[in-house]
């Protein structure tokens, strides 16, 4: 990559819009893939389980290992979450910082903010009554301590990394607008 190819990078960087709704997609980003994740750990589980207590499978050492190694990867979905929260905060505040955000937009962006956090506090109650089904049991709070705490308290975060956007959105020295 030449020159030209890192100043026509950094055009395309320039161009790129950020917005409130970054928000939204984050959001919604998260709730699905930790509903996912829970899913998809539940059904290794069972799966895992099965396959243990059938002599055909389970009649070599590599297969038990295996399996065994499996669901413990599947403990490391909760860890993904965290990591795509702090790495859409990140995201939110780079490109609110790039883009020149006009301060008489700013209550446009808190109005929908607050639609956002509405939306969230639906995930939130969502999350609660998928987890707390007797058929999960314990899963939650064996293997998702970090998402069932993110996303029980989601409008809370919504909340705090929307202001976070505004303020590095509209807040930013005359300068850089």
Do not use: C, H
């Not at 979905?77 to 910082?97: N, P, R, S």
């Not at 956090?117 to 064996?142: H, R």
Request: aromatic letters at 16%; glycine letters at 8%.
């Amino acid at each position: 990559m030449g020159i030209g190819g890192i100043g026509s990078l950094l055009e395309k960087t320039m161009n790129k819009k950020g917005d409130v709704m970054d928000i939204a997609y984050a959001m919604v980003f998260i709730f699905i893939g930790a509903v996912v994740f829970f899913i998809s750990t539940f059904s290794y589980d069972k799966f895992a389980d099965q396959a243990l207590n059938t002599s055909v499978i389970n009649s070599s050492n590599v297969t038990k290992t295996s399996i065994e190694q499996g669901r413990e990867n599947t403990e490391k979905f909760d860890y993904i979450i965290f990591v795509l929260l702090i790495a859409f905060v990140l995201a939110i505040i780079i490109t609110g910082w790039l883009v020149g955000g006009n301060p008489i937009f700013a209550f446009i962006y808190f109005i929908v903010l607050v639609i956002l956090v509405a939306v969230s506090a639906i995930f939130s109650f969502t999350w609660n009554k998928l987890t707390t089904t007797a058929l999960f049991g314990t899963l939650v709070a064996d293997k998702f301590p970090a998402i069932d705490f993110i996303l029980s308290n989601f409008p809370v975060f919504i909340a705090i990394i929307g202001f976070i956007g505004l303020m590095v959105m509209f807040a930013k020295p005359a300068l850089q607008q």
